[in-house]
């Protein structure tokens, strides 16, 4: 199979289902944005990994693989990915695991008094640009929502939520344990 289909040179794609649309289209949007922090999250786990932290490293992954199946709902718009197909669904589940992680990484750090800046060392730096991506990709679904309170399920855009919070806390640990000071604002 070759990389490259020609079938988009023309400024359209296609959905889940065989519909084209144009990759101005807010779902492609949306999913664009997911990909985008899938992305920012394999360069915060190469961070994670050289800093040696096999923690962090493994939530990411964990992570990564949601995202994928987050993406395959976005592009989805006729909700034809059969229920049995796990590897494809994010739920509450996944979302109490994200809860899980920010309260057992929080319970080891200070508390905030102050907002702090974006950065400190690699690994940190990366999850906080993380945080970001992680948020236009909100953005995005919200915007996809607006046009159709459908489009998606509400875990979805729940899970999202939760893991800006996540990455956050995810980059105060990781400046944690590589001794790099949070610089408040």
């Known amino acids: ?3 490259y289909t020609k079938t988009g040179d023309s400024g359209d794609t296609g959905l889940f289902g065989g519909a084209r649309v144009s990759k101005a289209d807010p779902r492609v949007a949306a ?3 997911v990909d985008e922090l899938n992305a920012c999250l394999g360069v915060a786990r190469a961070a994670v990994l050289a800093a040696d932290d ?3 490293a493994d939530m990411l992954e964990h992570i990564q693989r949601d995202l994928f199946a987050l993406g395959a709902r976005l592009a989805d718009p006729g909700h034809r990915i059969a229920d049995r197909v796990t590897k494809a669904a994010v739920t509450a589940d996944d979302i ?3 809860e899980g992680w920010i309260d ?5 750090l200070p508390a905030l008094r102050r907002f702090i800046l974006a950065g400190g060392s690699q690994a940190g730096a990366a999850l906080h640009l993380a945080r970001t991506v992680c948020r236009r990709a909100e953005r995005a679904m919200v915007a996809l929502l607006a046009g159709d309170q459908e489009a998606f399920e509400a875990d979805l855009l729940i899970y999202v939520n939760r893991l800006s919070d996540l990455l956050f806390v995810m980059a105060r640990r990781a400046n944690q344990r590589a001794g790099t000071p949070e610089i408040e604002w």
């Open 54 to 56: 096999r923690e962090l």
């Open 31 to 33: 999913y664009g944005d």
């Open 1 to 3: 199979m070759k990389i």
């Open 96 to 98: 109490a695991r994200l």
């Open 104 to 108: 057992a990484l929080e319970s080891a």
